[in-house]
T-cell receptor, first 113, second 109 residues
Framework: NAGVTQTPKFQVLKTGQSMTLQCAQD?????MYWYRQDPGMGLRLIYY???????DKGEVPNGYNVSRLNKREFSLRLESAAPSQTSVYFC????????????FGPGTRLTVT | SQQGEEDPQALSIQEGENATMNCSYK?????LQWYRQNSGRGLVHLIL?????REKHSGRLRVTLDTSKKSSSLLITASRAADTASYFC?????????FGKGTMLLVSP
């Protein structure tokens, strides 16, 4: 049981480049989430998927897109990276939305130069 | 932003002492959760307290919730060096969690 896995662990991009962060969970959870964590800001929700086939914006969605590929996988895409997107990105999953505990992946550390 | 606030931002204690962290949130909640993050790692769920509960225990952890004041506290008793980490509260709305900015706890041997 791997839990929540994320790839890659580290990435350096130049401004304007694109990339996709991958996330997968093996707990048969319905809900999945993408957060970013910046120093002194805690975690902020970018997008979430309450169930397979649905996605919704969180607090800071600008500059990102997501795809819920199937029940296991939820990807985050940066179409044109900007230095302001330098952050640590965490994927999480939960049995259902809102009221349930979330399980987190190990994170992706992204630097945009 | 609905982000809550933890207090203090940083806390330094000796092994064996108790550590208390406080959290305030802004809107009505379904439940409130506490998470721990070791440096460079993902968050790990510690404890969940529902809006109709006032106190909950789990091992050395004690959580209280005061919905009238929109606040919660996390008490870690008999702290160990291994408790050194950042601790976050998260308030549960309808679909998502809103995380606070965290308290960094340092427990010295």
């Amino acid at each position: 049981n791997a839990g929540v896995t994320q790839t890659p662990k580290f990435q350096v991009l130049k401004t304007g480049q694109s990339m996709t962060l991958q996330c997968a969970q093996d707990m048969n959870h319905n809900s999945m989430y993408w957060y970013r964590q910046d120093p002194g800001m805690g975690l902020r929700l970018i997008y979430y998927s309450a169930s397979e086939g649905t996605t919704d914006k969180g607090e800071v969605p600008n500059g990102y897109n997501v795809s819920r590929l199937n029940k296991r996988e939820f990807s985050l895409r940066l179409e044109s990276a900007a230095p302001s997107q330098t952050s640590v990105y965490f994927c999480a999953s939960s049995e259902a939305d809102g009221a349930y505990e979330q399980y987190f992946g190990p994170g992706t550390r992204l630097t945009v130069t | 932003s609905q982000q809550g606030e933890e207090d203090p931002q940083a806390l330094s204690i000796q092994e064996g002492e108790n550590a208390t962290m406080n959290c305030s949130y802004k809107t009505s909640i379904n439940n409130l959760q506490w998470y721990r993050q070791n440096s460079g790692r993902g968050l790990v769920h510690l404890i969940l307290i529902r809006s109709n509960e006032r106190e909950k225990h789990s091992g050395r952890l004690r959580v209280t919730l005061d919905t009238s004041k929109k606040s919660s506290s996390l008490l870690i008793t008999a702290s160990r060096a291994a408790d050194t980490a950042s601790y976050f509260c998260a308030s549960s709305g309808y679909s998502t969690l809103t995380f606070g900015k965290g308290t960094m706890l340092l427990v010295s041997p």
